[in-house]
């Protein structure tokens, strides 16, 4: 599975941003699709998932300021991130979470640049 992740840029505190990430793959096959971010100096963290079936999942610290959905169309998983803070600026990753080859394997598309400017 390749992933093309997109839509980074600068915002203002307060302000919204969407990306994308588009697969190689059909999205409706893929288990799980998930956002990720890493800010400089600090851990990967997750960010959202979404399943298959279309369902979605939101750490504490995200819940209510962004939403993950999917195009089944366009193989593309998006991030619509609201309410944006400076804290929220890193380089995010989209994951694909598939059952491959008889094994459960991530793929990992290059990161795009969230910076939120205070």
């Known amino acids: 599975v390749q992933l093309q992740a997109s839509g980074g840029g600068l915002a203002q505190a307060g302000g919204s941003l969407r990306l994308s990430c588009t697969s190689s793959?059909?999205?409706?096959?893929?288990?799980?699709m998930r956002w990720y971010r890493q800010a400089p100096g600090k851990e990967r963290e997750l960010v959202a998932v979404?399943?298959?079936?279309?369902?979605?999942t939101y750490p504490d610290y995200i819940r209510g300021r962004f939403t993950v959905s999917g195009d089944n169309d366009k193989n593309t998983m998006y991030l619509q991130m609201n309410s944006l803070r400076p804290e929220d600026t890193a380089v995010y990753y989209c994951?694909?979470?598939?059952?491959?080859?008889?094994?459960?394997?991530?793929?990992w598309g290059h990161g795009t640049l969230v910076t939120v400017s205070s």
């Open positions: 994951n694909a979470y598939v059952f491959d080859f008889g094994e459960w394997k991530n793929y």
């Open positions: 793959r059909s999205i409706a096959l893929i288990t799980l």
């Open positions: 979404r399943n298959s079936g279309d369902g979605s």
